[in-house]
């Protein structure tokens, strides 16, 4: 009897085993994929952890997609597998109109992944903040910055406000503000030439800083689209 137990222990002990070499020799994801949402080069801005786009790959039976988020620099960066991928922005994801692609003839874009990659995806959005410029005077942050609109046409959309946000964190959007002021699109009277200011609060613990951008909503537009973010001695 005890000759048995122990040839069936061994055996369960050798399953184990077997196992874990299996579970070792499983191999981690390796290659970095990054890169930025762009408007000519330049950034977009958004809010912290509102924007994401989906990486599909082929050739399993059941296709899920892998999630990207978006900083609020508009840059991602994620950990794959080498493989080939579909990368698709949904159509309710960010303050732009994503472009149709050379290679696919539609809004995807093929990733090749073998090895690390970058890659900027080219946007159009709305508007851009164009020369955003942030001081304190006294007890005030105040911000003057334009807007320029690039998309025009049956596909154009209109300002719904603007907003001046500060926060005591590199992270500043509505959700994290500390102050911020709002100026809707009918009230703006010069697209080139706008200026917001917004009150310091008691801040607890003090800190002589705080960090502060500009954003606009546009009509019929889920998320914001963000200036860089700046710090603010006072």
Known sequence: MKSKFKNLMLSVFGLVVMASCEFDDFKEPGSIFEGRIVY??????????????????????????????????????????????????????????????Q???????????????????EVLPYYMISNPQFNASGNDVNAS??????????????????????????????????????LGGGDITDLSDIDLSTGIPEMTPDQSYVYARVGVKIDGVEDMMFSPIQRIDI
Not at 153 to 162: I, L, S
């Open 103 to 121: 290679e696919t003839n539609s809004d995807t874009i093929l990733v090749s992944l073998n090895g690390n990659r970058t890659l900027d995806i």
């Open 145 to 182: 910055f334009g807007l320029d609109q690039i998309i025009t046409g049956a596909d154009q959309r209109n300002v719904e406000r603007v907003n001046l946000y500060i926060s005591k964190t590199y992270f500043v959007d509505a959700k994290t503000s500390i102050s911020s002021v709002e």
């Open 40 to 101: 000519q080069g330049q950034p977009i801005g958004i809010a912290y952890n509102e924007v994401e786009f989906q990486l599909w790959e082929s050739g399993w039976e059941q296709e899920i997609p892998i999630t990207v988020t978006v900083s609020q620099e508009g840059g991602f960066s994620t950990v794959l597998f080498d493989a080939e991928y579909r990368l698709v922005i949904p159509s309710h994801q960010g303050p732009f109109i994503t472009l149709q692609n």
